[in-house]
């Protein structure tokens, strides 16, 4: 009887190994298989027979996804199709698109990437190649903002929403300041106000102080505007550099003027001036004549006089179509429709910020918007954060260490340095 | 004389192993798939460099030991463990003492006692994504009601989740706010059953209610407290949503958990390897702690 359990046992470990383990393709016997092209064709046939009546999105929560549900009524009416809607936070919307990309059916047919995730995306297959589905970036759109929508001269992403970093302003402190915020020029300009507004007992400079991705996106426009970076043309790290450690030591003198909030309360501190100013997106905040707060672009320059860089950092959400979608075809005809510049204009008036000239430009949306003038500005003189497979190690990594650096738990030598070495034995220098 | 193969097979007490073992192997079945299965599997992977898309075209190569010296060698790991220790056992002596306190005190009362139950274990119904999200607005610099009381008694306002200092403090209280009605529950179940005649007869004996809860209650309700110990530091150890949630492991790692830390580099950057590694070393640790009160509770 023993023995016989025992076999019992073998035998329903071996079929769960076998069945859970899956088919493994290429040379890892424990990797799942990429794409079982047969059986999918298979299923697919089934689904075109049956006529396909559904098409799944995986996008970012937020404004983001808002202004996507509101256009797509129109399509499912023309096309005969529903569109079901899956909204995720940054976090879980990555996981969520890579998990999925391990299947051989992919459960989405259009994902809303972050540009910081293209070259992660692509160098794995994740996503579908758009110019051979068909698709064309037109030339309405900003230049800079589509130079990582292409790898060998293939489309596998189109910009759909324009965030680029922009600085949110309390208007009264501003003027208290002696400031109207045409006229912030530069970092420091930026830290004069900030300090007015602690020496009047507010907080001057609030910052994201939540997760490590919010570290580094939130202090990259001043590291730009010393003319640093966090890599170099090689891939190499180069966040011990002289530029690097300027200006962290800027921001530290910065945020010692404020605090560190999360994403709610730093809009909340500036929109009712218990803060002056903070880093943040124009899909967070939508300013009119009434408004208490505003934005205006990064200039890009240290102090008055100095060099201006490009110093306002993409956050764009593109849209692609994931390589195992079960609807390539009718994804890329709605990724189209999507991106079509009136679909795009019409969006503006949710809080759609397109990253196109016939929106940003158009004297209509400008008399009711003015600020999306401001934001083309922005774009059009945009940073993307490293194309680089390994981007959400090397933020994980630089992000704690500037956490312990902000609070007092590392000097800015010693953290760069700690951070430095991880990074290079991440990047494989 | 021998009897033949055939009868031995039919005899009642053969038939009745075979009919145990035929009600036991589907449980055995479900076991193996959902927990030996994944287990296995985690162990196998933590000697990998298994990436969840790299290793999509590339595969997984073995790496014998490297996740585990990395992870062992890594201060922000260390610093998670000794957190997740602190908290532990913080978080279970906390909960224990408040949950046992509340237990006896709706024991002793007379009415009201229902009303006053289901109170007590409102926090514990919450789902933990509400309660922390509540505590985040409570506690939150501009509209938070904290600060606002703190405001109108002049009293500086405090940006509690993003000081070294208060952060581990509150999300420490927020545990246990929430788990304390749990101990409570066990134990109030436990004090029901203790014998009305013990007390009756310590009373006869001039017992203060000091004695009589050292020498009468905590013996009896034994059994009681070593689960809820066991079952609190099993639950703690794992405290991953309230952390993610408030403070994502910050300011300076100073709320960084064993599982916020597999989270932030192994989970979120899809390198499942090394994060397999780290839920090993965590089991290892989880079963060190808990096999002390298992063996407590066995003896």
């Not at chain 1, 202090?219 to 190499?236: A, E, T, Y």
């Not at chain 2, 610093?79 to 602190?86: A, E, P």
């Not at chain 2, 059953?193 to 009468?216: K, S, W």
């Not at chain 2, 916020?260 to 780290?278: C, E, H």
Request: glycine share 8%.
């Amino acid at each position: 009887m023993k023995k016989l359990l025992s076999l019992m046992l073998a035998l329903t470990l071996g079929l769960s190994l076998i069945a859970c383990g899956g088919s493994s393709g290429g040379g890892g016997g424990t990797a799942p298989a990429a794409n079982d092209t047969e059986a999918a064709t298979e299923e697919s046939a089934g689904d075109a027979e049956g006529g396909v009546t559904k098409l799944s999105l995986i996008l970012r929560a937020g404004t983001y996804a808002e202004v996507i549900k509101e256009c797509l009524p129109a399509f499912e009416a023309e096309h005969n199709v529903t569109c079901e809607v899956l909204e995720l936070s940054e976090e879980d919307l990555h996981t969520g698109i890579a998990l999925d990309a391990a299947n051989t059916q992919g459960s989405y047919d259009l994902c809303m990437v972050d540009g910081s995730w293209m070259a992660e995306f692509t160098a794995n297959g994740v996503l579908a190649n758009l110019t051979e589905l068909g698709y064309v970036l037109d030339d309405d759109i900003i230049p800079a903002t589509t130079t990582i929508s292409y790898v060998d001269g293939n489309a596998y992403l189109a910009p759909y929403y324009g965030n680029v970093t922009v600085l949110l302003y309390n208007k009264e402190i501003v003027q208290a300041a002696g400031y109207d915020g045409t006229d912030i020029a530069s970092l420091d300009d930026i830290l004069k106000i900030c300090r007015q507004a602690q020496a009047d007992g507010k907080k001057g400079f609030i910052y994201r102080g939540d997760s490590q991705n919010n570290f580094v996106v939130d202090f990259m426009p001043i590291l730009l505007s010393f003319g640093g970076w966090v890599i170099d043309k090689n891939n190499k790290p180069t966040v011990n550099s002289q530029e690097f450690k300027d200006a962290l030591n800027f921001y530290l003198e910065l945020i010692a003027t404020g605090d560190a909030e999360v994403k709610d309360d730093l809009i909340a501190s500036v929109d009712t001036g218990a803060g002056a100013m903070g880093v943040g997106w124009p899909g967070w905040y939508t300013p009119t004549a009434d408004t208490t707060a505003d934005y205006c672009a990064i200039t890009g320059a240290k102090s008055a006089g100095a060099k201006a860089h490009n110093a306002n950092v993409y956050g764009i959400w593109t849209i692609g179509i994931p390589a195992n979608s079960q609807n390539k075809e009718l994804a890329c005809e709605l990724l189209t429709y999507l991106m079509d510049k009136d679909v795009q204009k019409s969006t503006v008036a949710s809080g759609g910020v397109p990253c196109r000239y016939s929106s940003l430009q158009d004297p209509e949306i400008l008399a009711t918007y003015p600020q999306y003038e401001v934001v083309c500005k922005a774009l059009e003189g945009g940073v993307y954060r490293p194309v680089i497979e390994e981007w959400t190690q090397f933020y994980t990594i630089l992000g704690t260490e500037m956490d312990s650096i902000i609070n007092g738990v590392k000097t800015v030598d010693q953290g760069l340095d700690d951070a430095q070495a991880q990074l290079e034995q991440l990047m494989g220098n | 004389m021998k009897k033949p193969v055939s009868e031995q097979f039919n005899t009642a007490g053969s038939q009745t192993r075979r009919f145990g073992v035929g009600m036991v192997t589907p449980t055995l079945i479900v076991l193996l798939v959902m927990t030996a299965y994944p287990l296995i599997f985690t162990f196998v992977y933590s000697f990998t460099d298994y990436n969840l898309l790299r290793s999509m075209k590339n595969g997984a190569n073995f790496i014998a030991l490297k996740n585990y010296t990395d992870l062992l060698s890594n201060t922000y790991f260390r610093q998670s463990v000794f957190n997740t220790v602190k908290f532990t056992l913080l978080a279970v002596v906390f909960e224990m003492l408040v949950g046992f306190v509340m237990a006896l005190l709706i024991n002793s009362i007379t009415k009201g006692q229902k009303l006053m139950r289901t109170l007590l274990l409102l926090p514990y119904l919450l789902p933990t994504v509400t309660v922390a999200l509540s505590w985040r607005m409570m506690l939150s610099p501009n509209y938070g009601i904290v600060n606002q009381v703190l405001t109108s008694l002049h009293l500086p306002v405090h940006n509690w989740f993003s000081d070294v200092k208060t952060a581990f403090g509150m999300v420490l209280l927020i545990d246990v706010w929430q788990s304390a009605p749990f101990v409570f529950l066990l134990l109030y179940a436990a004090l029901q059953a203790v014998p009305e005649g013990q007390y009756e007869a310590a009373r006869i004996d001039g017992a203060n209610a000091f004695d009589t809860l050292i020498h009468i209650t905590i013996p009896n309700i034994k059994g009681a407290l070593a689960l809820c110990a066991l079952l609190r530091t099993i639950d703690s150890f794992r405290l991953f949503d309230k952390v993610n949630l408030l403070t994502g492991g910050g300011p300076a790692n100073s709320t960084s958990t064993i599982t916020q830390y597999l989270y932030n580099f192994g989970i979120k950057s899809l390198d499942f390897g090394y994060g397999s590694a780290g839920a090993i070393i965590m089991t290892i640790l989880v079963l060190i702690l808990s096999s002390l009160y298992i063996k407590r509770a066995m003896g």
